[in-house]
């Protein structure tokens, strides 16, 4: 029962913080199930735009509003993903191979920012957006839980509506043809280097957005705050992607599919709570998280083969069978 309780009382926190994790899923999604390019540079960008959010907004010499320092961060983001776009599409430097480097060079660049390896920021100080303070049961009335976490959520809707309109203009093609088939996308005029780096930048900003508000979240940025972010992003769009599929099947449309990504890390932030109640010690989230990816990525291929064997088995009677009637 007491464990029970435990896990109803983190629902509201498990939301807020899978829907932010959510807006970084969708930034992932973008080049991982759109562009197709194997980005790392959010495990560095994210504490970019962190770290930016928390030193403009703690900024002693001039007022910055919060607003202000999360657009700033959503730019730091997008320069992340120009560098790593940069290398790819002019220096000719393999995918993954200008992501890591990009990733490494921001450890430092985000030292630099802060300077220090932790900055915190206090909700008693700052009209922050949203503080982890606003979703504990404890000490909170349910309409200041509900206001936090429909802030956060009007936040992701917004982001799948500028999404959804952008991806129906020119740009938005280009980038989701030049992720279908690039040889082709050439043979059609695109420029698909142009197109590989907007996406990069585009994904990024939505990183380093992400970033700025899981720094207000839990009170601070910290220099490894984005350590591991990929494989929590990888997570929430693979598990929004096999629920989405199975749930509406054919009519599982664009729109569905950025709500699905920010979706899958709220559920995946609610199975964590309940490997943690179950007692998996702590240091094992990133193994746990791991196993959740390969879990869900074959589960597709899972389900295809077996259906593919099932339609062999059938073929094969029918032919047994027509031979046996003639």
Same mark, same amino acid.
């Given at each position: 029962?007491?464990?029970?309780?435990?896990?109803?009382? *983190?629902?509201?926190?498990?939301?807020? +913080?899978?829907?932010?994790?959510?807006?970084?899923?969708?930034?992932?999604?973008?080049?991982?199930?759109?562009?197709?390019?194997?980005?790392?540079?959010?495990? /560095?960008?994210?504490? @970019?735009?962190?770290?930016?959010?928390?030193?403009?907004?703690? %900024?002693?010499?001039?007022?910055?509003?919060?607003?202000?320092? #999360?657009?700033?961060?959503?730019?730091?983001?997008?320069?992340?993903?120009?560098?790593?776009?940069?290398?790819?599409?002019?220096?000719?430097?393999?995918?993954?191979?200008?992501?890591?480097?990009? =990733?490494?060079?921001?450890?430092?660049? $985000?030292?630099?920012?802060? /300077?220090?390896? %932790?900055?915190?920021?206090?909700?008693?100080?700052?009209?922050?957006?949203?503080?982890?303070?606003?979703?504990?049961?404890?000490? %909170?009335?349910?309409?200041?839980? #509900?206001?936090?976490?429909?802030?956060?959520?009007?936040?992701?809707?917004?982001?799948?509506?500028?999404?959804?309109?952008?991806?129906?203009?020119?740009?938005? &093609?280009?980038?989701?043809?030049?992720?279908? $088939? +690039? $040889?082709?996308?050439?043979? +059609?005029? #695109?420029?698909?280097? !142009?197109? @590989?780096?907007?996406?990069?930048?585009?994904?990024?900003?939505?990183?380093?957005?992400?970033?700025?508000?899981?720094?207000?979240? +839990? /009170?601070?940025?910290?220099? $490894?705050?984005?350590?591991?972010?990929?494989?929590?992003?990888?997570?929430?769009?693979?598990? /929004?992607?096999?629920?989405?599929?199975?749930?509406?099947?054919?009519?599982?449309? &664009?729109?569905?599919?950025?709500?699905?990504?920010?979706?899958?890390?709220?559920?995946?932030?609610?199975?964590? =709570?309940?490997?943690? #109640?179950?007692?998996?010690?702590?240091?094992?989230?990133?193994? &746990?998280? *791991?196993?959740?990816?390969?879990?869900?990525?074959?589960?597709?291929?899972?389900?295809?083969?077996?259906?593919?064997?099932?339609?062999?088995?059938? !073929? %094969?009677?029918?032919? !047994?069978?027509?031979?046996?009637?003639?």
């Amino acid at each position: 029962m007491t464990q029970l309780m435990t896990f109803v009382n *983190a629902i509201p926190g498990n939301i807020s +913080q899978g829907l932010i994790w959510g807006i970084l899923a969708i930034g992932v999604y973008i080049t991982y199930k759109i562009l197709d390019f194997a980005d790392l540079t959010v495990d /560095g960008s994210m504490a @970019t735009g962190g770290a930016v959010c928390v030193m403009l907004i703690t %900024n002693n010499q001039w007022s910055c509003p919060v607003w202000l320092a #999360i657009v700033c961060a959503f730019a730091a983001g997008c320069l992340a993903g120009l560098v790593t776009g940069l290398l790819n599409t002019l220096l000719g430097i393999p995918g993954i191979l200008a992501s890591i480097l990009t =990733q490494m060079a921001l450890y430092s660049i $985000n030292l630099d920012i802060m /300077g220090q390896s %932790n900055r915190p920021v206090s909700v008693d100080k700052y009209p922050l957006v949203l503080s982890s303070r606003e979703v504990s049961v404890i000490g %909170n009335e349910p309409i200041t839980i #509900i206001l936090a976490i429909v802030k956060i959520f009007v936040i992701v809707a917004a982001i799948i509506a500028a999404l959804y309109w952008f991806f129906g203009t020119e740009y938005g &093609f280009t980038i989701r043809a030049t992720g279908c $088939n +690039q $040889n082709m996308a050439r043979a +059609q005029s #695109i420029n698909t280097k !142009k197109s @590989t780096v907007i996406a990069l930048v585009l994904s990024n900003g939505l990183v380093g957005l992400s970033g700025a508000l899981l720094a207000q979240y +839990q /009170g601070n940025a910290d220099v $490894n705050m984005s350590r591991g972010a990929i494989v929590i992003g990888l997570a929430a769009v693979i598990i /929004g992607d096999v629920l989405g599929n199975v749930i509406f099947g054919k009519h599982f449309n &664009f729109v569905a599919r950025l709500a699905f990504a920010a979706i899958g890390g709220i559920i995946y932030f609610m199975v964590l =709570q309940i490997v943690t #109640i179950i007692g998996l010690p702590s240091q094992n989230n990133k193994l &746990f998280s *791991a196993v959740v990816v390969i879990i869900f990525l074959a589960v597709p291929y899972i389900r295809k083969s077996v259906k593919t064997s099932f339609g062999r088995a059938a !073929k %094969n009677s029918l032919k !047994k069978g027509a031979a046996k009637d003639a």
